[in-house]
């Protein structure tokens, strides 16, 4: 005779707990895999910060703009023959990949809808961050004095709404739908 042991769901307290302790661990993960050691090493942002310049100025091309890539810099965004945009580390969308999946891993949830729902958030906040750049690069040709406000303010706002969004989604939708 086999013992049905049986598992209560997660509510309230044990459902926050959990998350705390899933994303605490995930936050120790990013912390001591990618902080201290892929950040230091490079070579992974410089492959996403080339990938992002590379992709927006294809995107720029094809709505008729003069863009290309710096002679001497993979990762600048050239309009007109001037400089427009710097893809650096901090703006290759890595920590934003690694956040909205964090969020998705730490919720409840059936782990194949996880995994789908992770692999389309993170090619939707991929392409919204190319968007990103093109447009800071068409911001600055036009209208160079505000680039520094949108870029720190306007695209900002923008994309961490996005991730809300999707977080929200993910919470209210897809993490317990049938």
């Known amino acids: 005779m086999q013992n049905a ?3 209560k769901p997660l509510t309230g ?5 959990r998350f705390l302790g899933v994303a605490t ?3 120790l993960v990013w912390f001591f895999g990618y902080d201290q050691w892929l950040a ?3 070579r992974l ?5 080339t990938q992002i310049a590379l992709v927006s100025i294809r995107v720029l091309r094809a709505l008729g703009f003069a863009a290309t890539l710096d002679a001497t810099s993979a990762v600048v965004v050239v309009m007109n023959g001037q400089p427009a945009v710097v893809v650096g580390a901090p703006c290759n969308g890595l920590v934003l990949y690694a956040l909205f999946s964090g969020f998705v891993v730490a919720f409840p949830g059936p782990w ?9 958030g ?5 392409c919204l961050n190319v968007l990103r750049i093109a447009a800071l690069a068409i911001n600055h040709s036009y209208s160079h004095q505000t680039v520094d406000f949108n870029h720190h303010y306007t695209f ?3 994309v961490y709404a996005c991730i809300f969004g999707l977080w929200m989604l993910w919470a209210r939708r897809l993490a317990n739908a049938a």
């Open 13 to 17: 307290n044990r459902l926050l707990l």
């Open 122 to 126: 993170i090619i939707l906040i991929w």
């Open 40 to 42: 230091k090493d490079g």
């Open 25 to 27: 661990t995930l936050y």
């Open 5 to 7: 042991v049986a598992t």
């Open 112 to 120: 194949l809808r996880k995994v789908w729902f992770i692999a389309v």
């Open 45 to 49: 942002d410089g492959v996403l910060c």
């Open 156 to 158: 900002t706002f923008i």
